[in-house]
């Protein structure tokens, strides 16, 4: 009868529900997605489809379908021929095989980077920041329109899974407005980056050329001839001590460096700072903005000024010291002298670099290239390698030198901006998207530091940041039912990744993300 039916049913049921509580916690965490249940039978952990059917009562019961695989505690879930059959929620056009180990690699290395963007935006626009710098560090310079095909084809996307962010272009270009427009997170987010610095900063611009129409910061600037086209100027600074990145600002191309030091010193409350900077910011007035607050100043002097011709006139070198870097050592020579109650003018010569330069200019002279003669070499030999310093730091000779010589660094970033990280045609024409990707170009950059540092650890100097990316990016993961697997991974890859604080995945299996990570 019916009712007996209904009894055998609920039977049936109370006995599924039995079993299932029976079923190990270890085991069901790697049941593969809905509609699978997993069922004890002989000692072993079988995995069955099962669907909703609506029984003659009206009312929907279970019907289970074929086994698709077994699950092993120590090695999760194995399907069997019969797992093409299950669907799941899963698409058959979604992606299956993800670009993960240089992103998980980033992410890894760059945390504390996303931990201090946490400490200034709302947890998903910190992630969507950190997402967007990491694919831009990752690819190299990715136009806005493209970066969605990054982002989804990446381990970004899972984990950032349940974080509600987009990565489209709308998206993105909201992103930008609002980092260029409510600059309040933004300057206090480079604010303590500043109060966190070894106080030693050296700012320097950089040209980049504007490929956009109608861009509002897009001009004719020095470099036209260069670029073949209008240029915008990214200005940064960056701590001569660390490496990191603290700030940036974009400007109009025709901007002069020296003119964006007022506007700097009014956006940022600098206090005992020591400035090192290009002679292109020499200025009377700048001089005196990088002197206020208990601030101080390394400059090289221009050629033109009377400062320099007077600590020119009657050179004689009075003192001596070796100039170390690294393994390399040089020999510099130098005279000083006072030009105020604070300020001080060094004229220091590197002996090697004053040789290697007269080698060079022989050299030139031998193969015939054009402006080299040995009227200018005589007239010029004993200038090479001379640098003529201004500052008003209480240092020493030495101190003043080294200090400089560290405002190399900064350079070293621009040319990883323009060569590694291809940011050389922005197509943005917009002021506040432009300013918002100056924003995205200094997290890129101390994303880029943080890397640096982890290869330096290494101590192997065949080893560069480009070769571990290119590493890393061997690593995949699949994904099988709910979980995703490590694939093409290598024993001696994984041990240096491992030695530079990145460990992928111990085991065969990574279940996806239940919970944000933020």
């Given at each position: ?5 209904d009894?055998?049913?609920r039977q049936?049921r ?11 916690e270890?085991?069901k ?8 249940e997993v ?8 995995v069955?489809?099962?669907q ?9 019961g279970k019907k ?11 090695k999760g879930?194995i399907?069997n021929?019969?797992?093409h ?9 979604e992606?299956?095989?993800?670009e993960?180990?240089?992103?998980a690699?980033?992410?890894e290395?760059a ?7 946490e400490r200034h935006f709302?947890?998903?626009?910190a992630c969507q920041?950190?997402?967007?710098a990491?694919?831009?560090?990752a ?10 095909r990054?982002?989804?084809q ?10 509600p962010?987009q ?10 407005d609002?980092l260029?427009?409510r600059?309040t997170r ?7 980056n500043?109060?966190e ?6 700012i ?38 660390t ?5 940036a ?5 025709s901007c ?20 090192v900077?290009?002679r ?5 007035k700048?001089?005196r903005?990088l002197?206020a607050n208990d601030?101080s100043?390394?400059i090289?002097?221009p050629s033109?000024t ?6 020119m006139?009657g ?6 010291f070796?100039?170390r870097?690294?393994?390399k050592h040089s020999?510099i020579?130098?005279?000083?002298k006072r ?11 590197d ?7 007269r080698?060079?200019?022989?050299h030139?002279?031998e193969?015939?290239k054009d ?5 200018k070499?005589e007239?010029?030999?004993e ?5 003529v310093l201004?500052?008003n730091?209480?240092f ?13 660094g900064i350079?070293?970033?621009?040319q ?7 940011f ?7 002021y506040y ?5 100056a ?5 890129t950059g ?10 330096k ?6 080893m ?13 993961m699949e994904r099988?039912?709910n979980?995703?697997?490590?694939k093409n991974?290598?024993k001696r890859?994984l041990q ?16 996806l993300?239940?919970n944000?990570?933020?």
């Amino acid at each position: 009868s019916r009712g007996l039916g209904d009894v055998y049913k609920r039977q049936e049921r109370r006995n599924d529900t039995m079993a299932a509580s029976k079923i190990p916690e270890e085991i069901k965490k790697h049941r593969p997605g809905p509609c699978t249940e997993v069922k004890l039978i002989n000692g072993h952990y079988y995995v069955y489809m099962y669907q909703s059917v609506q029984l003659p009562s009206g009312k929907w019961g279970k019907k289970t379908g074929k086994s698709i695989g077994t699950i092993i505690a120590d090695k999760g879930f194995i399907p069997n021929r019969n797992y093409h059959l299950y669907e799941g929620t899963q698409s058959q056009d979604e992606i299956t095989v993800l670009e993960y180990g240089q992103y998980a690699l980033i992410g890894e290395i760059a945390h504390d980077v996303l931990t201090s963007l946490e400490r200034h935006f709302p947890a998903d626009r910190a992630c969507q920041i950190f997402a967007y710098a990491s694919i831009l560090y990752a690819n190299g310079f990715v136009h806005q329109d493209q970066v969605h095909r990054y982002y989804e084809q990446s381990w970004l996307s899972q984990e950032y899974k349940t974080v509600p962010f987009q990565m489209g272009k709308t998206a993105l270009g909201s992103l930008l407005d609002n980092l260029g427009r409510r600059t309040t997170r933004v300057v206090r987010y480079e604010e303590e980056n500043i109060r966190e610095s070894s106080s030693a900063i050296a700012i320097d611009g950089h040209a980049i050329r504007s490929c956009s129409d109608e861009n509002d910061l897009g001009e004719s600037g020095y470099k036209f001839l260069q670029l073949k086209g209008e240029q915008v100027n990214l200005l940064m600074g960056y701590d001569i001590n660390t490496g990191m990145p603290l700030f940036a600002r974009m400007f109009r191309g025709s901007c002069s460096d020296k003119a964006t030091i007022e506007d700097l010193a009014d956006l940022f409350a600098f206090s005992g700072i020591l400035f090192v900077v290009d002679r292109g910011f020499y200025s009377k007035k700048n001089l005196r903005i990088l002197s206020a607050n208990d601030n101080s100043y390394i400059i090289p002097v221009p050629s033109h000024t009377d400062v320099f011709k007077t600590a020119m006139t009657g050179l004689q070198y009075m003192d001596e010291f070796y100039y170390r870097s690294g393994k390399k050592h040089s020999r510099i020579e130098y005279t000083s002298k006072r030009i105020s109650e604070t300020e001080h003018v060094y004229v220091f010569r590197d002996i090697d670099e004053n040789e290697k330069c007269r080698f060079n200019y022989q050299h030139c002279i031998e193969l015939g290239k054009d402006g080299y003669t040995w009227e200018k070499f005589e007239q010029n030999k004993e200038y090479f390698g001379v640098y003529v310093l201004q500052s008003n730091a209480a240092f020493s000779a030495e101190e003043v030198f080294t200090g400089y010589k560290k405002r190399w660094g900064i350079e070293t970033l621009y040319q990883y901006l323009k060569n590694k990280g291809n940011f050389n045609d922005l197509m943005i024409q917009d002021y506040y998207k432009e300013q918002g990707f100056a924003f995205i170009m200094l997290v890129t950059g101390q994303i880029h530091q943080r890397m640096l540092a982890a290869v330096k650890s290494l101590n192997n100097s065949t080893m560069s940041v480009h070769d571990v990316l290119l590493m890393a990016r061997y690593l995949k993961m699949e994904r099988r039912g709910n979980n995703w697997n490590l694939k093409n991974a290598r024993k001696r890859d994984l041990q240096i990744l491992e030695r530079m604080g990145f460990k992928p995945v111990s085991y065969t299996h990574l279940t996806l993300p239940t919970n944000s990570r933020v």
